[in-house]
């Protein structure tokens, strides 16, 4: 019983002590691509910042307010865009997402909700519980990819301006530092001239210039054209900086996860090795016991 309980042990050692190697280079992958994806997402922002500050500044033209992007409406009908990741062992970061969304869907019953998927782990939670996702994107690899997200965003602006819903959300988690990632939830349509303008002043209280000395702009070949070309940039860059902020997230909370596990296989592996020596110590001195009993009875 002693052998094979040794046995036992050595295996559930050898078995700790594999898993481990294993999540220590999945935490040094995580890490490398964490490095990629914040390095991209930095250098995604100022872009998208520059558009909405020049959106912001139009804000108060008649022709970016009248247009039909802007238009709010009562409907009952919503667009909710839930982003997730494709893959797991990243803790709780697809669950916590997950759970925000599905408190949002069972707690507005009134609502005709519609889902868009980004990700295959919201697609697959969703698609078992029927609800109805009229589109889904999966195979992205934990990446932002532009072309996709240009595609995601026509899609989207092609159902509003269709009448196909009165409003779209977007669902993701914002990446703030390392180990902090919040589950946001913002509308992407319609627009806020509203929004476009307290994003602008934001940004320029940050540093920049203030909002009493704005720059003066010209625009050719007229300003409704100009705004014509940047509204689906404006949008398709929202798309993109979102799948962004979830790449970089993602990859900080499997770096974050596999970096625990690692912790808890060398605190397993201490406490299996102590056993196994215990068990081992044991076994050694019961068979010490053993000898010495037979040699006493031979003598006598």
């Not at 689906?232 to 790449?247: D, F, V, W």
């Amino acid at each position: 019983m002693a052998v094979e309980s040794l046995k036992v042990l050595r295996r559930r050692v050898r078995s700790v002590r594999n898993i481990k190697q294993i999540t220590r280079a999945m935490e040094m992958v995580a890490a490398a691509k964490l490095r990629r994806a914040q390095a991209n997402l930095m250098a995604a922002r100022p872009y998208a910042a520059k558009l909405q500050e020049l959106l912001g500044r139009l804000s108060a033209d008649e022709h970016l307010r009248q247009h039909p992007l802007f238009e709010e409406r009562e409907g009952p009908r919503r667009i909710l865009v839930l982003f997730t990741a494709d893959r797991g062992l990243a803790g709780s970061f697809n669950t916590n997402l997950i759970k925000k969304a599905e408190d949002l869907l069972k707690s507005q019953s009134q609502t005709q909700w519609q889902l868009v998927t980004v990700g295959r782990k919201g697609h697959d939670y969703f698609r078992r519980r029927s609800w109805p996702i009229v589109e889904s994107v999966i195979g992205l690899k934990g990446a932002a990819d532009p072309i996709e997200a240009r595609r995601v965003a026509e899609s989207l602006v092609k159902r509003f301006l269709a009448g196909e819903c009165d409003r779209v959300d977007l669902l993701y988690s914002r990446f703030i530092s390392t180990v902090v990632y919040r589950p946001t939830l913002g509308q992407y349509l319609p627009l806020s001239a509203q929004a476009l303008i307290e994003g602008r002043d934001e940004r320029a209280q940050a540093g920049r210039r203030t909002a009493s000395q704005p720059a003066d702009y010209l625009f050719e070949p007229s300003v409704g054209r100009v705004i014509e070309m940047l509204l689906p940039r404006y949008l398709a860059s929202r798309i993109h900086i979102t799948m962004a902020e979830m790449a970089t997230a993602e990859h900080s909370a499997r770096m974050v996860a596999m970096n625990n596990a690692t912790k808890n296989c060398t605190e397993l592996g201490d406490q299996l090795t102590l056993k196994l020596n215990k068990a081992r110590q044991a076994a050694i001195t019961k068979e010490l016991l053993e000898i010495v009993g037979g040699a006493e009875a031979l003598k006598g």
